[in-house]
């Protein structure tokens, strides 16, 4: 297990984390551009130092400011695979994937035999002599994988690994690096700036926002409850923060929001509360509805979307107050004929919200 208590000041950045990773699980890193994903990662390898904290794995102290403990990032167990996979560019495929085992004097005879096993676990066999610039970009991607792989890390760091990759050649990839990372005995950190990314490879997923993990779950969780908006909006739900302030008929209660009330399940509780909404539960119209929808919200749509694969559903942005995001067929986009700057009314069920503490 690692287990990490980092705080740096780097520039503008003030980074302060607690990260606890299981054995043979990945924790996906989220966040965004100048969040401090990278930095966290190169804390963990020893490329730079904690200004205060401690890192461990396994029981084994790597870095302690207090104890006076830093072990340098080459006696650190760690495989580490980059954005741009760093290759060796006068290097072949076999050396490349040899440099680590080089480096820490292995006997030849082992090298040659650790070297082939990982060269043949990723179909690099055929590729041996060539150097990186005669790759694709998804055999320079197994090939920085390999090469990370073979010293056995008992860590694993994995910067955007797809992000180097067409988009045909990272679903290809995707797939098979998720085996590996399932079938690994290490713990691994996976950087991603992708919700689609973060849910299919996090065991758990860890959100930093300017430096601060606001929030850490399984998938599931973050899901169902974000924390924050930045959150909400990479799951791709609406949030509101507000307070209980009276008991409705039904089962229900009013919520007070910045933007005014709305009407929820009761949580069966009283006080502040967080309020999810899933953009599939609110519907659009020209004219005030009359059903059984007991919100209702009116503003522009600022923001017309069509979601893959075939454009069957549009993801529409309200400058509503508060601000909302629906999801739509495209039969009621066609219907409506919603388009950016039409004014629509907004509307969702009270069994629609979902609020949590």
């Given at each position: ?52 904290g401690r890192i461990a794995l396994d029981g084994h102290t790597w870095f302690d400011r207090a104890g006076g403990i830093s072990l340098p990032a080459w006696q650190r167990e760690v495989g580490y695979l980059s954005q741009d996979y760093a290759l060796f560019p006068h290097l072949s495929v076999f050396e490349n994937v040899a440099f680590g085992l080089r480096a820490l004097g292995t ?251």
């Open positions: 297990m690692l287990s990490a208590e980092l705080v740096k000041r780097l520039g503008g950045l003030s980074l302060s984390a607690r990260l606890d990773i299981d054995a043979g699980s990945t924790l996906a890193l989220v966040g965004e551009s100048g969040a401090g994903k990278t930095t966290v990662l190169r804390l963990l390898a020893g490329l730079a130092d904690p200004d205060q006997e030849r005879s082992v090298l040659r035999q650790q070297v082939e096993a990982m060269l043949f676990r990723f179909h690099l066999q055929a590729l041996t002599t060539r150097q990186p610039d005669q790759l694709s970009g998804g055999q320079q991607q197994r090939v920085a994988l390999a090469r990370a792989l073979v010293l056995e890390p008992r860590l694993l760091l994995l910067d955007e690994p797809l992000s180097a990759l067409d988009l045909k050649t990272r679903r290809s990839v995707r797939s098979e690096l998720r085996r590996t990372l399932m079938a690994l005995p290490s713990a691994t950190v996976y950087v991603t700036h992708n919700p689609m990314e973060a849910l299919f490879f996090g065991d758990r997923i860890a959100v930093l926002e300017s430096g601060r993990v606001t929030q850490n779950g399984v998938p599931d969780d973050l899901l169902r409850h974000p924390r924050t908006p930045y959150v909400a909006e990479f799951m791709g739900v609406n949030l509101l923060q507000g307070t209980i302030a009276a008991a409705e008929a039904g089962g229900l209660v009013r919520v007070r929001t910045p933007f005014g009330s709305v009407v929820a399940a009761d949580p069966g509780d009283v006080g502040e509360v967080l309020v999810a909404l899933n953009p599939r539960e609110i519907t659009l119209h020209l004219t005030p509805p009359t059903g059984s929808a007991q919100n209702v919200f009116f503003g522009p749509i600022v923001e017309l979307v069509p979601e893959p694969p075939f454009g069957e559903r549009f993801r529409v942005a309200l400058a509503t107050s508060p601000p909302l995001v629906a999801e739509v067929t495209r039969h009621a986009v066609e219907t409506l004929r919603l388009r950016e700057g039409l004014e629509v009314h907004a509307a969702f069920k009270a069994t629609g919200l979902v609020p949590y503490r």
